[in-house]
């Protein structure tokens, strides 16, 4: 059972606009959620948290979006540069330890 | 800082064989997760360590086993492998037990034939 869906497996995005990457969950006793870039043959590096607490979080280029109602959080990036071109990925834990739940990745194209 | 280091980066095995993976943590992590990331399944939890203890621990079969160490290091073991093993290997650690932000490593990646 996926308790973390990214619907949306590829995005392409001109340069210098604005990417929009989406997450929904199920699980309401999430309670903290990251977001990962990762390049092929590479570990996942971190972007950006936020916890239930907030609903916006920004570093950056970065912004991340909390809606708890809908169960649904987005990561904007503004202004996209080519080298943003990879795949990311939004995770969600529990208060339960540093177990974390994926969703399959999005793949974003800049296109210069 | 040095980042989180996985060894080996790359591996072969036989099917029935086993395998041992290894990770150091960022310095002063006390928390190591393991993941798996295949194609279809995407990044699956294995299991979390934290002060040498096994605290939660993802649906995998008991062939995954793991265990920290003293100084926070980390191994994975795989017994008996099976072609469905062939994945990339994410270790991934945390400054403190929960409601952390985890780093990952470069990972392993495991081929068995």
């Known amino acids: 059972d996926q308790q973390v869906k990214q619907n949306s497996p590829s995005l392409s995005v001109q340069e210098g606009r604005i990417s929009i990457l989406n997450c929904d969950y199920t699980?309401?006793?999430?309670?903290?959620f990251l977001w990962y870039k990762k390049y092929p043959a590479e570990g996942p590096t971190f972007l950006i948290s936020i916890s239930s607490i907030k609903d916006k979080n920004e570093d950056g280029r970065f912004t991340v979006f909390l809606n708890k109602s809908a169960k649904h959080l987005s990561l904007h990036i503004v202004p996209s540069q080519p080298g943003d071109s990879a795949v990311y990925f939004c995770?969600?834990?529990?208060?339960?330890?540093?177990?974390?739940?994926f969703g399959t990745g999005t793949s974003l194209t800049v296109i210069p | 800082k040095a980042g989180v280091t996985q060894t080996p980066r790359y591996l072969i095995k036989t099917r029935g064989q086993q395998v041992t993976l290894s990770c150091s943590p960022i310095s002063g992590h006390r928390s190591v997760s393991w993941y798996q990331q295949t194609p279809g399944q995407g990044l699956q939890f294995l299991f979390e360590y934290f002060s040498e203890t096994q605290r939660n621990k993802g649906n995998f079969p008991g062939r995954f086993s793991g265990r920290q160490f003293s100084n926070s290091r980390s191994e994975m073991n795989v017994s008996t492998l099976e072609l469905g093993d062939s994945a990339l290997y994410l270790c991934?650690?945390?400054?403190f037990g929960s409601g952390n932000t985890i780093y990952f490593g470069e990972g392993s990646w495991l081929t068995v034939v």
């Open positions: 991934a650690s945390s400054l």
């Open positions: 699980n309401s006793m999430f309670d903290y």
């Open positions: 995770a969600a834990s529990a208060d339960t330890g540093n177990q974390f739940y």
